[in-house]
């Protein structure tokens, strides 16, 4: 690829993770939330903003909690899951929404503080997310 290919590139790339950045910017301050991820299944955070925590970790954590909830699909005959949540004795929420766009699954994890409500800044934070995704891989294909 040449240099001017690899520029336009990694502007799109830049764009989309602001793209993406603005929608967690969004519930973060609606919900209070203390971070927010959008990661693949395999771990690679695609955007995430005011991590209070090291988004690393929170990506791979949601990668093993997707493996928990493809395991109790499998082997306790579960139907698929779209949330699984962790609570901690502080009443901290850990939730990780599994979606689909582009033909692929990812992870939209979010940190809620006690007793705050999430699943509606959630379920808004998604359908704009595979909107953000879905026209992104659009843009792709007419290019």
């Given at each position: 690829m040449n240099k001017k290919a690899n520029e336009c590139t990694s502007k799109s790339s830049n764009y989309l993770q602001e793209k993406l950045e603005s929608v967690l910017q969004k519930i973060n301050e609606e919900g209070e939330f203390k971070a927010s991820i959008i990661s693949t299944l395999?771990?690679?955070?695609?955007?995430?903003?005011?991590?209070?925590?090291?988004?690393?970790?929170?990506?791979?954590?949601?990668?093993?909690?997707?493996?928990?909830?493809?395991?109790?699909?499998?082997f306790i005959g579960f139907n698929r899951m779209d949330e699984v949540s962790l609570v901690d004795d502080d009443k901290f929420r850990l939730v990780c929404r599994e979606f689909e766009a582009i033909g692929r699954k990812f992870v939209l994890t979010v940190v809620?503080?006690?007793?705050?409500?999430?699943?509606?800044?959630?379920?808004?934070?998604?359908?704009?997310?595979?909107?953000?995704?879905?026209?992104?891989?659009?843009?792709?294909?007419?290019?």
């Open positions: 395999e771990g690679f955070t695609l955007a995430s903003k005011f991590s209070e925590f090291d988004d690393v970790v929170i990506s791979a954590i949601s990668v093993i909690v997707q493996d928990v909830s493809a395991k109790a699909q499998r809620v503080p006690p007793y705050k409500t999430y699943r509606r800044l959630t379920n808004i934070a998604l359908r704009d997310i595979e909107k953000i995704l879905n026209e992104r891989e659009e843009t792709r294909h007419t290019n």
